[in-house]
Nanobody
Framework: VQLVESGGGLVQPGGSLRLSCAAS????????MTWYRQAPGKERELVASISSASSIRNYADSVKGRFTVSRDNAKTTVYLQMNSLKAEDTAVYYC????????????WGQGTQVTVSS
């Protein structure tokens, strides 16, 4: 399994970013994919998940209405469109296959840093 996150950066409050996660080493189209994030001093938490055919999408309450998860099975890539960003969205963002609790995974990519600040 290989997961490569990208697209993070520094953005002002109210701004937008689009994260990408390129996956390889497994049959991407067979798996849920999930975005997680970890803020400084906090536990890693689930942000959004998407089913294999994109028919089911779930979001943490804190991001509902602002974030949209999508995927392209042909490109084996999952995306996270983040709008109306807030300071509390500042974190390192990771993706992983499946939709389990963060502590259940033994592999993570390098993540991508998102900083929301004026």
């Amino acid at each position: 399994v290989q997961l490569v996150e990208s697209g993070g950066g520094l953005v002002q409050p109210g701004g937008s970013l689009r994260l990408s996660c390129a996956a390889s080493g497994f049959t991407f189209s067979n798996y849920y994919m999930t975005w997680y994030r970890q803020a400084p001093g906090k536990e890693r938490e689930l942000v959004a998940s998407i089913s294999s055919a994109s028919s089911i999408r779930n979001y943490a309450d804190s991001v509902k209405g602002r974030f949209t998860v999508s995927r392209d099975n042909a490109k084996t890539t999952v995306y996270l469109q983040m709008n109306s960003l807030k300071a509390e969205d500042t974190a390192v963002y990771y993706c992983n296959r499946g939709r389990g609790a963060p502590e259940n995974y033994d592999y993570w990519g390098q993540g991508t840093q998102v900083t929301v600040s004026s």
